[in-house]
C-alpha cells in the first residue's frame, strides 16, 4: 500500500470482487483502499486526467473518477469539515447532480442523463452502499439534510437479514464488514441509531459486526479483529478492521439536521482496550481491569492497537505484503478520538509521514493534479484526531492540498 495512492485503499477493499484489480488499499476505501465483494474494485492506479467536463467540475482530484469519484468526494468533505476548512459550493454541486433519483450514488455517472443501474454485484455495476453512504454522510455534516435522508432511506431498505449490507446490495448478494461499517457511520451521521435498524425477522449491524470477529475461542493476536465476510477466508482482514473502526467510532455524529466530524479526545491514554475473556467479566471498568472490555468496539480497538505496535508502527496490508498506508491512518483516527493506544498513535503518525511522499499522490500524475484527496483526507482526519495541526505535518499543508485538487 506505500506505493498506492489512497484510493487505492478503498478499492482493496473491494478487491475480491474484481479480479486483476488491486489497487494499494482502496483508498477505497473504499476506494481509499481496495475493498468489498465489496472489497474488490474501486480505484485505478493508472488512472488518466479528465478535466473540463460538466461530469467532474467541482470533484476533487484530477484521477480518473470511474471507480471511486462519489467516494472520494465524502471522504475530502469529510477531511475539510474536520479542519474546520470551507466547503466548495461547486463540490457539493457536484455530489449532488451524482445523487441518483432513488437517493442512492455510484462511484461515478458519466453522463447525468442516464438513469442509474440498479446494483449488480456480477458485473460490479450499479448503485453501491459505500459510494452512497459517503454521500449520505457528506450532505451530514454540510447540513443537506433532505438529499441526506433519501440516501438513508435507500440504505435501510437493502439491509440484509443478517444485520449487514454488501457492497452492491442486490438482493441475495453477501454482507460484508467494510460495507456495513461504512453504512453504520452514514447512519449515525444521520442521527440513527443502527442498533434499532433491521430488517423485518432480521439483526441488527451490531449483530453482523460482531458475528464477524474474532473473540475468546480466537488467538489472543488476532482477537478483536475482523473477517471481511462471514464466507472464507476465516483470517481477520486489517482493511475492513480499519474501516469498521470508523463506523463504530463514529467517525460522524449527527442528530438529523447538521452532523459533526469526531474531533480529538481531551486526552489520549497510554493503554487500549482488551477484550475480557476471563470467567468473570464483572470486574471490567474497575480497578487493574479497567480496560477490559466485551464490546465489539472495544476489543476492535485493542486489536487495531496491537497491530500498529507489533508491525513497525503500520497496520499490515490485507493483501500482500508491507504496510497499509490507508488503514494504518484510518486506525489512528479511530484510537486516537476514542482516547486509547498513545503509543500506536504516536507510531501511526510517523508511519504516514514517512509515507507521505508516495501514498499522498497518483503514481500516473504529475504536478498539483498528482495530489490524492481521497489519501489527504485520510490523513487530515488522522491528524485532526490525534491533535495534531493538519496545516502543518511533516512540512505539508494537508488542507491546501486537498482544496488544490478540486476541479474548475
Same mark, same amino acid.
Given at each position: 500500500m506505500v506505493p498506492f495512492s489512497a484510493f487505492s485503499s478503498r478499492t482493496s477493499r473491494h %478487491?475480491?470482487? =474484481? #479480479?486483476? +484489480? =488491486?489497487? !494499494?488499499? *482502496? =483508498? #477505497?476505501? *473504499?476506494? +481509499? #483502499? +481496495? *475493498? %468489498? !465483494?465489496? /472489497?474488490?474494485? !474501486?480505484? %485505478?492506479?493508472t488512472a488518466s486526467v479528465r478535466s473540463g467536463g460538466p461530469t467532474v467540475v467541482g470533484l476533487y482530484g484530477a484521477q480518473d473518477p470511474v471507480y471511486n469519484a462519489a467516494f472520494r468526494q465524502g471522504f475530502a468533505i469529510l477531511g475539510l469539515k474536520s479542519a474546520k476548512a470551507g466547503i466548495n459550493s461547486d463540490a457539493l454541486a457536484w455530489l449532488t447532480k451524482q445523487q441518483c433519483s432513488n437517493g442512492s450514488w455510484s462511484a461515478y455517472r458519466s453522463d447525468l442523463s442516464v438513469p442509474c443501474a440498479p446494483p449488480n454485484p456480477d458485473a460490479y455495476s450499479g448503485s453501491d452502499s459505500n459510494s452512497t453512504s459517503m454521500g449520505a454522510a457528506a450532505f451530514a455534516v454540510a447540513g443537506k439534510t433532505k438529499k441526506m435522508s433519501r440516501a438513508i432511506a435507500w440504505l435501510r431498505a437493502r439491509q440484509n437479514s443478517d444485520g449487514g449490507w454488501a457492497y452492491y446490495s442486490a438482493p441475495g448478494a453477501t454482507s460484508d464488514a467494510n460495507s456495513t461499517g461504512l453504512v453504520v457511520m452514514a447512519l449515525t451521521a444521520a442521527g440513527k441509531d443502527s442498533s434499532k435498524i433491521r430488517q423485518k425477522g432480521g439483526k441488527s449491524a451490531a449483530q453482523y459486526l460482531r458475528s464477524v470477529q474474532k473473540r475468546c475461542s480466537a488467538p489472543a493476536d488476532v482477537r478483536g479483529g475482523l473477517r471481511f465476510q462471514k464466507v472464507p477466508p476465516p483470517d481477520v482482514n486489517n482493511l475492513a478492521s480499519a474501516q469498521v473502526g470508523l463506523g463504530l467510532l463514529p467517525l460522524v455524529k449527527g442528530t438529523g439536521k447538521r452532523a459533526v466530524v469526531t474531533g480529538p479526545a481531551p486526552k489520549i491514554r497510554k493503554g487500549s482496550p482488551v477484550l475480557d475473556c476471563t470467567k468473570n467479566s464483572a470486574n471490567a471498568g474497575t480497578g487493574s481491569a479497567a480496560l477490559l472490555t466485551s464490546s465489539t468496539r472495544g476489543a476492535l480497538l485493542g486489536y487495531l492497537s496491537k497491530a500498529i505496535k507489533r508491525n513497525s508502527g503500520a497496520v499490515p496490508s490485507a493483501y500482500g505484503s508491507g504496510p497499509d498506508v490507508g488503514s494504518t491512518a484510518n486506525a489512528v483516527t479511530a484510537l486516537a478520538a476514542a482516547g486509547y493506544a498513545r503509543t500506536a498513535v504516536k507510531a501511526g503518525l510517523r508511519t504516514l509521514k514517512q509515507n507521505s511522499s508516495t501514498y +499522498? =499522490?497518483?503514481? !500516473? /500524475?504529475a504536478g498539483p493534479a498528482a495530489a490524492d484527496p481521497g489519501a489527504l483526507g485520510y490523513y487530515i482526519l488522522a491528524v485532526r484526531a490525534a491533535g495534531k495541526n493538519p496545516r502543518s505535518f511533516g512540512g505539508l499543508n494537508l488542507v491546501s492540498m486537498l482544496k488544490s485538487t478540486m476541479q474548475r
Open positions: %478487491s475480491k470482487q =474484481v #479480479v486483476g +484489480l =488491486v489497487l !494499494s488499499g *482502496a =483508498v #477505497v476505501c *473504499a476506494p +481509499l #483502499v +481496495l *475493498a %468489498s !465483494s465489496a /472489497q474488490a474494485a !474501486s480505484d %485505478s492506479p +499522498l =499522490v497518483s503514481p !500516473s /500524475q
